[in-house]
């Protein structure tokens, strides 16, 4: 019992890391990233190279592959979405727009992956010893997974809700027509979120490939589940991609151990679904 | 503008002609029309929809794929046409299941409910295959050959377009109009938004999941993975759109070249089929936003100016 719940925290724990990185990218930038599974996935496959032919540690793989994350985003932002951005005449029509061009970016990513390294099940092993935690044995990995799931999410709320850059970044988010007015520069804070986003979705892949096999395939349920993170949790509201997370992997969990490992994602669905019936704007969404 | 009368009789010919082709030609060819034909059938369904909608559906292939398994699952126990009717009925019910539990989602919430679905259903067939009926893929066995089971899509494809055409003369069509210009003032000015939609949704719905049906015994054998395949949803969206998901013809323009293309692209580069469809997913988007169609009377508007 404790053990599943110990498992599906550490689970939630990156749902809610990487759905963190999708929700500011939707709430600030409007750009609703279909691709996002499987930017994971790409830093997964990352930091499975460089363990295996340079053997770096993936803590230390952090250091290259975030900023690495941030950049490719970055790069992402100037060249597919700052023209769609221009060319939109409201949200909906960028909504669309967006949705159409990421799912490109999502065959492109994944067709890149699949040509690398095939479509085989990946992995590698990394602090595979038994920690006791309060009377359970848990995988060293997974609670490193854990432990860095909740610091560096941690370390982003406090950024957004202590930080003069955050404030920035909240105040497009909420009124991105009156911001401007008061000198903020919507563009530059719309390229650094979805940068900030990409950096989230490279430090969820390396949390991810510590304790998971992954495959080329895999980013689409990835994005899937971070969707329905965000959503649960109410578009925009990094509080609520935590709690949602943090239950969507208790829940998975829970199935997975006590019902049938083959119906986890629906139910997850199930549980999406009731909750968008009974609260459209999800948990801590306003209206 | 062509006269109807004319528009009928040279349709007319066509279909004859098409469906005279698999006598002449090659067992490969009549393989490639007959893909052909699915998707066209299938890209018009989703337009049907998701062009005055505006709703992007990626739920294609969950019904696709139930139409499949109705078949796989049932072809040994009934009548080929009552399986067909079985299959229609089935994709009937899950769309009004879908379609009352998800219409008044909006935007993004729409995509990502589709965008699931499927998963879903895959999830949920392959569970209740390998626990309560013990299998895990179905063998489909009925006597037919690539031009029968090509015949019965051209006249799908037909129907389809039918009620295309006749829903976009109609009263509906004209709701429909308002409802893609602006569903607030659509609501306003009297339509049924919700229920027209569902409607739409329905039609659409019962159409891909008869594509999948007759397509089923092509596959001689049948298991989720094959059969819930999600490219399948993201062709048909991806040709619809290439051609313009707001006009009748929109995505048969779309659905015929793309689908030689990718038809092409996947005897010819099998392992890098993947990006050359991402990468044509976003050109499209950038050079041709409102499809080939209206590309074309943009050009020439403006030659005549």
Not at chain 2, 220 to 236: A, D, G, K, R, W
Request: aromatic share 10%.
């Amino acid at each position: 019992m404790l053990e599943h719940v110990v498992n599906g925290l550490v689970l939630g724990g990156t749902y809610a890391l990487v759905a963190m990185g999708l929700t500011i990218q939707y709430g600030i930038a409007r750009i609703m990233n279909l691709g996002f599974g499987d930017m994971i996935i790409a830093a997964c496959f990352a930091t499975y190279v460089l363990s295996t032919t340079l053997s770096i540690n993936p803590i230390v793989s952090l250091l290259i592959i975030v900023p690495a994350g941030y950049a490719v985003s970055d790069v992402i932002y100037r060249v597919l979405m700052k023209p769609l951005v221009d060319r939109a005449p409201d949200d909906g029509a960028l909504e669309v727009d967006s949705i159409l061009v990421t799912f490109g970016l999502l065959f492109v990513i994944q067709g890149v992956l699949l040509a690398i390294f095939g479509g085989g099940y990946t992995s590698y092993s990394f602090l595979n010893t038994p920690v006791n935690v309060l009377g359970t044995v848990v995988a060293g990995n997974r609670l490193l997974a854990l432990v860095l799931s909740l610091l560096i999410g941690g370390a982003l709320v406090v950024i957004l809700f202590r930080s003069r850059w955050g404030m920035i970044l909240r105040a497009v988010a909420l009124a991105p027509h009156s911001a401007p007015l008061f000198g903020i520069d919507t563009d530059r804070a719309a390229r650094t979120a979805f940068a900030i986003g990409g950096a989230m979705a490279a430090t969820g892949g390396v949390v991810v490939s510590m304790f998971q096999t992954f495959t080329a395939t895999a980013g689409v349920v990835f994005t899937m589940k971070a969707l329905i993170v965000v959503i649960l949790g109410g578009k925009g509201s990094v509080p609520g991609a935590i709690v949602a997370g943090l239950l969507l992997g208790l829940v998975e969990t829970f199935v997975a151990a006590y019902v049938d490992p083959g119906l986890t994602l629906a139910a997850v669905y199930t549980v999406f679904l009731v909750l968008l019936l009974v609260r459209p704007n999800g948990l801590f969404g306003k209206a | 503008m062509m006269k109807t009368s004319h528009g009928f009789a040279l349709a007319g010919i066509a279909i004859i002609l098409l469906a005279i082709a698999p006598l002449i030609v090659s067992d490969y060819w009549t393989g490639v029309l007959l893909g052909m034909t699915g998707y066209v059938t299938l890209a018009t369904a989703w337009a049907l929809f998701s062009g005055p909608t505006r709703y992007i559906s990626l739920a294609t292939v969950a019904f696709f794929g139930v139409g499949a398994y109705t078949v796989a699952v049932l072809n040994e126990a009934l009548p080929y046409p009552l399986v067909l009717i079985c299959a229609a009925g089935i994709g009937m019910v899950m769309a009004l299941v879908v379609g009352l539990s998800t219409l008044r989602l909006a935007g993004v919430y729409f995509v990502i409910f589709t965008f699931g679905l499927a998963e879903l259903v895959r999830q949920t067939v392959s569970w209740w295959e390998v626990n309560v009926t013990y299998t895990m893929g179905r063998y489909v066995f009925l006597p037919f050959e690539g031009r029968h089971i090509y015949w019965q899509l051209l006249a799908l494809a037909v129907v389809t377009f039918l009620i295309a055409w006749t829903i976009g003369r109609s009263r509906i069509g004209l709701a429909l109009k308002a409802l893609g210009d602006d569903e607030t003032v659509a609501a306003h000015a009297g339509v049924d938004v919700t229920r027209i939609k569902l409607l739409l949704f329905v039609i659409s719905s019962t159409i891909i999941t008869l594509v999948g049906a007759i397509q089923a015994p092509r596959w001689t054998y049948i298991e989720p993975s094959i059969v819930f395949n999600p490219t399948v949803s993201f062709m048909t969206l991806i040709m619809a759109l290439l051609g313009g998901a707001m006009r009748l013809w929109g995505p048969l323009v779309g659905a015929v070249p793309l689908f030689l293309l990718f038809e092409w692209l996947s005897v010819s580069f099998p392992d890098h089929f993947s990006i050359i469809l991402g990468l044509l997913f976003i050109l499209i988007v950038f050079v041709m936003p409102n499809g080939v169609l209206a590309k074309i009377e943009d050009l020439r508007k403006r030659g005549r100016a």
